[in-house]
């Protein structure tokens, strides 16, 4: 019996990612721990942020303008945090978002006036969503992929996704009770109650600094891709293919540059140049899954789970515990499912996972607001909750396969801010249509949306090659004749065709007996082959 239990255990252990984490090091659990502490955090946050506005005496019109200005906000803060990253150091960027999470917390927990809570929001990190907007995601998804190999990044990446879930769950029942707690008490108001989940939010926030401040330098970018990545090659080209009358042109643009008062047009090329140092190829493909992330996420701003609690809120009137308790049931769904992510990867690809966990969550976001009776409201949200993260970790390992690892931190912070940005405008739009006594119709909208994506997700990439700017190194064999192999391989057909067109039948027969001669090479989980005439001539006069 113990046997078999400690078999199991070793089983869940290699299966579901956990070895991959303990390989991949201690970094690896604080990114994962601190990240758990911020989504706690989000978790009091996405439960009773547009609750609390309603709770002021602030209109919907104002609610869903507070909502889209934060998200403007995280745009603007998180892409130039996250392009600047491994310049100025990741874990000082990370440091940075810390102490504006605590600033904005403490805010939050001192003031009501409206434009006061604005500007901390836009400024500060608050999430509107539930979900991690800010600039630490992406960077800290950079530091994961850096620090990980391509047999063990979908693992860590999965379990940066399943335990943020947990503390979304934690922080939303917790909310829930301890505001039903406070408001049973005298000389308690519903809006002092709200005051002291921000306060917890400021608490949380000083966790996270912590356990980023325990980071080692393994987590910054190497100094040999720092250098790479600011020199770009079209710039090298262009410097060292200059005329001088090209070069006096291009001073004098940079002098006018320089001058230039306008800064949103500096602020234009400055983005412009961090986007040119992403390679063409990545671009190509980046440029597709941006824009089907662009509609996905505009999905998600109609209808982040701030809003859908006010939804269920305002059609059902539920306790406040009796919310936070679905909330925290839908956030450990999530979790659960999650955990789930990484062997389903492994098993019909990242693409796949993507799409068949995420269609059924749409299609639940679509039929939303139908339900006549709260627990199938309830179930609705269940499963919309319980599916809707399975994509996240696939797509971040989708990301940094197809990327170079130099790219990853630009392209990963423009990711989440192409997200923030089309979801920016999802609040305005469904606070227009909650004033005006049509707030389902932003749930509809919202699940078609949504499998729009998924479609559109599977038609682009399901085939798409993995990995080929992988470093491949340290798997490949040390033996001079197993390095020539790519090569041969490589020169294959163009000696086939030179052998066909001598004519010669030296050649053909050459050919045919080359062709039953098979080389197999460990080479991963691969097994590579060479026909290569040139080889078996080598062989023979050998």
Known sequence: MFERIKGSLKWFYHEFGLAAIHETGSDAYLIILARTCRMFAYGTN????????????????QIGLFMTLTLAGDVILGTFLTLVADRVGRRKVLIGGSVLMILSGVVFALFENF????????????????????????????????ITTPSTRADVLSWHVTTALFGSS????????????????????????????????????SVN???????????????????????????????????????????????T???????????????????GEISPPTRSVMYKLWFLLAVDSLADGMVPYSLTNYFMDQKFHPAKSTLGDITAASYFLGAI?????????????????????????????????????????????????????????????????????????????????????????GPSVTGFLAANKQFWIAFVAAGCFRLSYDFGLYAMFVNMKLHEHENKQADMPSEPDARRIPDEEMELESLADTDTDSGSEDSRTEKSEARGVNL???????????RSPRRRTSEMDS
């Open 46 to 61: 996405a439960l009773i942020l547009a609750i609390f506005f309603s709770a002021l005496k602030i209109s919907d019109h």
């Open 115 to 146: 434009w006061i809570l604005l500007l901390a929001a836009i400024v500060g990190v608050i999430s509107i969503t539930g979900g991690d907007f800010g600039p630490f995601r992406s960077i800290e998804e950079s530091m994961l992929s850096e």
């Open 170 to 205: 934690l922080g939303s029942e917790l909310s829930g009770r301890i505001l039903r707690f406070l408001q049973s008490r005298d000389g308690w108001s519903e809006v002092d109650s709200y005051h002291t989940l921000f306060w917890i939010y400021a608490v949380m926030g």
């Open 209 to 255: 600094l912590g356990l980023v401040l325990l980071l080692t330098d393994s987590c910054e970018l190497p100094q040999s891709k720092r250098a790479y990545e600011q020199i770009p090659q079209d710039e090298s080209i262009r410097d060292t293919n200059t005329s001088p009358e090209s070069a006096a042109e291009l001073a004098e643009d940079d002098s």
């Open 257 to 275: 540059s320089a001058s230039s008062r306008n800064w949103a047009i500096r602020s234009l090329k400055w983005f412009s140049s961090r986007l």
């Open 337 to 425: 499912s999650a955990s789930f992510t990484s062997p389903l990867a492994r098993k019909i690809g990242l693409i796949n996972t993507m799409v068949f966990t995420h269609a059924p969550s749409s299609a639940a976001v679509l039929l939303f607001p139908f339900p006549p009776y709260l627990w199938m409201t309830a179930g609705m949200l269940l499963v919309r909750a319980g599916l809707n993260n399975m994509d996240q970790a696939p797509r971040a390992a989708f990301i940094a396969a197809v990327v170079k690892p130099e790219e990853r931190t630009a392209v990963m912070g423009i990711t989440s801010a192409v997200r923030a940005l089309a979801a920016t405008t």
């Open 520 to 530: 197999e090479v460990s080479y991963g989980n691969q097994r590579l082959r060479s």
